[in-house]
Structures are given as structure tokens and as C-alpha cells.
């Protein structure tokens, strides 16, 4: 990834919460508006292959299975993990590897999320209440 350099001048106070934000989270100024521009602009439209595929394959399920896959969950030590995880960030910083294994996590809570809110349309879609499904 190639990095441009900005210069940006902030209002003092808006100065000051990201400077106490990057303080509790234990990274630089710098990786804090990285992370704050980052989270404020729109997810790519385009989803990788395989998500794409998962998703359409759940047209394909019959009605119960798609009651599953709308309750479904990350299992219990995914969870405790990155939570973990994000704890450890905020207090200390993570190491590499410490890094890499949050992102894998992040990715297989946003497919879990992606795969229950598709299931629940599709179910939607043919009739059902779906309101109960995701709590």
C-alpha cells in the first residue's frame, strides 16, 4: 500500500480528542486519523468471490436451514479472543501476529454477520417473521 502525506489543520478541540483517543489506545496520532478516516468512509461496494458465492448459495436453502444460518454465531472462544484482542489493543498495542489474528477474527465476524442478515432477507422474502431471528 503506497502512503500519501496530508497535512490537515483541526480545530484545537478536535485536535485533542484524537490525541487522548490515540493515548488510551496506545498508537500514534498518526494511526488514530489513519483509523478514523478509514472507519468514516464507505466498505468497498465489491465483495471477495467466496463471500459472494456463500451468500447466493443460501438462496438455494430450504426454510430451516435458513432459520440456522440467521441464529448462527461465532463460536464462544472466537468471541473471547477478540475481545481480547481489542482490550490488548487499547491498553497496550498488539504485536504482528497479535494484528493478523484480530483481522482473521474481524473477517469471520463480518461473514457471520453478512451470512445472518442474508439469510433473514431471504426468509423475509418468502414470508416470515424475522424480527426474533436476530436477537
Given at each position: ?10 480545530p ?6 484524537i ?8 498508537r ?8 478514523v478516516?478509514?472507519s ?22 430450504d ?17 473471547q ?55
Amino acid at each position: 500500500m503506497t502512503l500519501q502525506p496530508v497535512t490537515v489543520r483541526l480545530p484545537k478541540s478536535l485536535y485533542n480528542q484524537i490525541r487522548r483517543r490515540a493515548e488510551m489506545s496506545a498508537r500514534s496520532m498518526e494511526e488514530e486519523l489513519l483509523d478514523v478516516v478509514a472507519s468514516a468512509m464507505p466498505a468497498s461496494e465489491e465483495l471477495p468471490e467466496d463471500m459472494v458465492n456463500a451468500l447466493s448459495a443460501l438462496e438455494l436453502l430450504d426454510d430451516e436451514s435458513l432459520k440456522r444460518a440467521a441464529r448462527s454465531h461465532l463460536p464462544v472462544e472466537a468471541v473471547q479472543e477478540m475481545e481480547a484482542l481489542h482490550l490488548k489493543r487499547q491498553e497496550h498495542g498488539l504485536n504482528e501476529m497479535e494484528k493478523q489474528t484480530l483481522a482473521g477474527l474481524l473477517q469471520q465476524y463480518e461473514r457471520s454477520m453478512l451470512v445472518r442478515a442474508q439469510a433473514a432477507t431471504i426468509l423475509q422474502q418468502r414470508g416470515y417473521d424475522v424480527s426474533g431471528l436476530l436477537e
